[in-house]
């Protein structure tokens, strides 16, 4: 070939430098003949195009990694739905948007199958777990040997270490400040409640406070309530007076709390100790749920309860309505809701002590034909009270030393996510009568409201980076 190019010059004379020992020729000497320029004219073209298409992929790569990356920063909902201003891509971190999130999660909820079934899982290596179905209503279970002795022990060593407080339901270091900077007579109390001012605690009154004996942390018993009522009712010219001294007695009386335990919490995610990050990969396995959800959940509950601690029955999560927002998920909340409450999906109770006596965990409801609200108080019998009718409860865990406990407060919406709270989900802690009790509480956290949850989700995947997991700054949950 006379007229060869430049360019097939050079590939040829690479080529015929690249390997002078094995074709046995000096270094600069070309090849002979036409055939050696075809092929080497042919090999030209074939590594040009192999060489233009790696550049363009590596190009289009390059733009789609930019353009993508681009888009997560400056858009946290949506790149589809939810396209933002310049000015707002120069804020950091903006409010979510109400573009809607596409579903890509759909929970998995475990089957109960019946009363009785007993399911075998692996959920560390070499050994076998049985899980035993104790409830349909809620869905409960119970998993003898879940911890081992060592990491029950651990579980109490690095609670202590941490240090428990005093476990007063829903009645937060604020607030107990607020109560005493006000100081408030039992009469001042009293007028608080007596929402109408009429002197009189009506029905509803009666009502919202046996409910709010949940959240004020007082434990009101049907004859405290009695009194009270009829009381004020019976004779009108000395009602108030009566009442309000009885009111005093029941208000101050400690053993009428609606928990009387010792608890602290312990973080769980990345740098803690290796039992405790363990018990959190353990828990994803059992309730199969994404472990993102999982490790956004609140940290580990460890609780304490001496002789003569108990729990009275209550919902580890409150009812959901459209304007209830979930505590957990509040940061991502749209605008300022006027109910909040703690969305605890699941419970896994773990028991880190045989109790020497009584502590039992009741189900006064558990697999109730019906639920009936009214008939929890019947005849002077408090199904709530554990201090007194546990016995009365359809369904009673026997506190045994590394047994855990699961069930769902929530029902499934039917459509994969988290429906309606399960009022048969209601439980407590029956009162110790000798030794002490330790138990654990590991809460999964999910808003039943899915937009909600995926926003929390995006938010605090912006803002982990630079900050620690937990963003519940001061947990408002018991
Ligand atoms: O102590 C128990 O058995 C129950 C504890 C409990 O229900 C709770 O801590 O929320
Ligand atoms: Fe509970």
Same mark, same amino acid.
């Given at each position: 070939?006379?007229?060869?190019?430049?360019?097939?010059?050079?590939?040829?004379?690479?080529?015929?430098?690249?390997?002078?020992?094995?074709?046995?020729?000096? *270094?600069?000497?070309?090849?002979?003949?036409?055939?050696?320029?075809?092929?080497?004219?042919?090999?030209?073209?074939?590594?040009?195009?192999?060489?233009?298409?790696?550049?363009?992929?590596?190009?289009?790569?390059?733009?789609?990694?930019?353009?993508?990356?681009?888009?997560?920063?400056?858009?946290?909902?949506?790149?589809?739905?939810?396209?933002?201003?310049?000015?707002?891509?120069?804020?950091?971190?903006?409010?979510?948007?109400?573009?809607?999130? *596409?579903?890509?999660?759909?929970?998995?909820?475990?089957?109960?199958?019946?009363?009785?079934?007993?399911?075998?899982?692996?959920?560390?290596?070499?050994?076998?777990?049985?899980?035993?179905?104790?409830?349909?209503?809620?869905?409960?279970?119970?998993?003898?040997?879940?911890?081992?002795?060592?990491?029950?022990?651990?579980?109490?060593?690095?609670?202590?270490?941490?240090?428990?407080?005093?476990?007063?339901?829903?009645?937060?270091?604020?607030?107990?400040?607020?109560?005493?900077?006000?100081?408030?007579? *039992?009469?001042?109390?009293?007028?608080?409640?007596?929402?109408?001012?009429?002197?009189?605690?009506?029905?509803?009154?009666?009502?919202?406070?046996?409910?709010?004996?949940?959240?004020?942390?007082?434990?009101?018993?049907?004859?405290?309530?009695?009194?009270?009522?009829?009381?004020?009712?019976?004779?009108?010219?000395?009602?108030?007076?009566?009442?309000?001294?009885?009111?005093?007695?029941?208000?101050?009386?400690?053993?009428?709390?609606?928990?009387?335990?010792?608890?602290?919490?312990?973080?769980?995610?990345?740098?803690?100790?290796?039992?405790?990050?363990?018990?959190?990969?353990?828990?994803?396995?059992?309730?199969?749920?994404?472990?993102?959800?999982?490790?956004?959940?609140?940290?580990?509950?460890?609780?304490?309860?001496?002789?003569?601690?108990?729990?009275?029955?209550?919902?580890?999560?409150?009812?959901?309505?459209?304007?209830?927002?979930?505590?957990?998920?509040?940061?991502?909340?749209?605008?300022?809701?006027?109910?909040?409450?703690?969305?605890?999906?699941?419970?896994?109770?773990?028991?880190?002590?045989?109790?020497?006596?009584?502590?039992?965990?009741?189900?006064?409801?558990?697999?109730?034909?019906?639920?009936?609200?009214?008939?929890?108080?019947?005849?002077?019998?408090?199904?709530?009270?554990?201090?007194?009718?546990?016995?009365?409860?359809?369904?009673?865990?026997?506190?045994?030393?590394?047994?855990?406990?699961?069930?769902?407060?929530?029902?499934?919406?039917?459509?994969?996510?988290?429906?309606?709270?399960?009022?048969?989900?209601?439980?407590?802690?029956?009162?110790?009568?000798?030794?002490?009790?330790?138990?654990?509480?590991?809460?999964?956290?999910?808003?039943?409201?899915?937009?909600?949850?995926?926003?929390?989700?995006?938010?605090?995947?912006?803002?982990?980076?630079?900050?620690?997991?937990?963003?519940?700054?001061?947990?408002?949950?018991?």
């Amino acid at each position: 070939m006379t007229d060869k190019t430049e360019a097939e010059d050079t590939i040829t004379n690479t080529a015929s430098r690249s390997a002078p020992s094995r074709l046995g020729r000096p *270094p600069g000497e070309r090849l002979p003949g036409p055939k050696t320029n075809v092929c080497s004219r042919s090999y030209f073209v074939v590594v040009m195009v192999f060489f233009h298409v790696y550049i363009i992929n590596v190009i289009v790569l390059l733009l789609y990694v930019h353009y993508s990356s681009g888009q997560e920063d400056s858009r946290p909902d949506s790149p589809r739905h939810a396209p933002t201003s310049d000015k707002q891509n120069a804020q950091s971190p903006r409010p979510p948007s109400k573009a809607p999130l *596409p579903r890509h999660i759909f929970l998995p909820r475990i089957e109960g199958i019946r009363v009785g079934h007993v399911q075998k899982l692996s959920l560390v290596p070499g050994k076998v777990h049985e899980m035993r179905t104790l409830s349909l209503k809620p869905l409960l279970f119970e998993i003898p040997g879940f911890l081992s002795e060592d990491e029950c022990r651990i579980v109490m060593q690095l609670a202590q270490l941490k240090g428990l407080m005093e476990s007063q339901l829903m009645v937060q270091d604020g607030q107990e400040e607020l109560a005493k900077e006000l100081s408030l007579s *039992p009469e001042e109390i009293f007028n608080l409640l007596d929402i109408n001012q009429d002197g009189q605690l009506q029905l509803h009154e009666v009502y919202i406070l046996t409910h709010s004996r949940v959240r004020d942390g007082i434990w009101l018993t049907p004859e405290n309530l009695q009194e009270i009522y009829v009381g004020l009712n019976a004779d009108k010219d000395e009602n108030g007076k009566k009442s309000r001294g009885k009111f005093n007695l029941i208000y101050h009386d400690e053993s009428q709390l609606v928990r009387n335990s010792r608890h602290t919490w312990l973080y769980q995610g990345k740098g803690a100790h290796q039992v405790l990050q363990d018990i959190k990969t353990r828990v994803t396995r059992l309730t199969r749920l994404p472990s993102k959800l999982v490790d956004l959940s609140e940290p580990l509950q460890v609780v304490r309860y001496e002789q003569g601690g108990h729990y009275h029955a209550h919902h580890d999560s409150g009812p959901f309505y459209p304007e209830t927002a979930c505590t957990h998920t509040r940061l991502a909340a749209n605008a300022s809701t006027p109910f909040e409450t703690s969305c605890r999906y699941i419970t896994v109770l773990f028991y880190l002590n045989s109790v020497d006596g009584g502590g039992e965990t009741a189900f006064p409801v558990a697999d109730n034909r019906t639920f009936d609200e009214v008939s929890l108080i019947q005849n002077d019998v408090d199904l709530m009270d554990t201090r007194r009718n546990c016995d009365k409860s359809n369904l009673r865990v026997k506190p045994t030393k590394g047994k855990a406990v699961f069930w769902y407060n929530y029902l499934s919406d039917g459509k994969g996510w988290v429906g309606e709270q399960d009022e048969y989900a209601l439980h407590g802690g029956c009162v110790v009568t000798h030794g002490t009790k330790w138990v654990a509480n590991k809460w999964i956290n999910i808003d039943p409201d899915y937009q909600r949850q995926a926003r929390f989700e995006q938010l605090v995947g912006r803002v982990v980076t630079s900050q620690p997991k937990w963003l519940w700054v001061r947990s408002q949950l018991l």
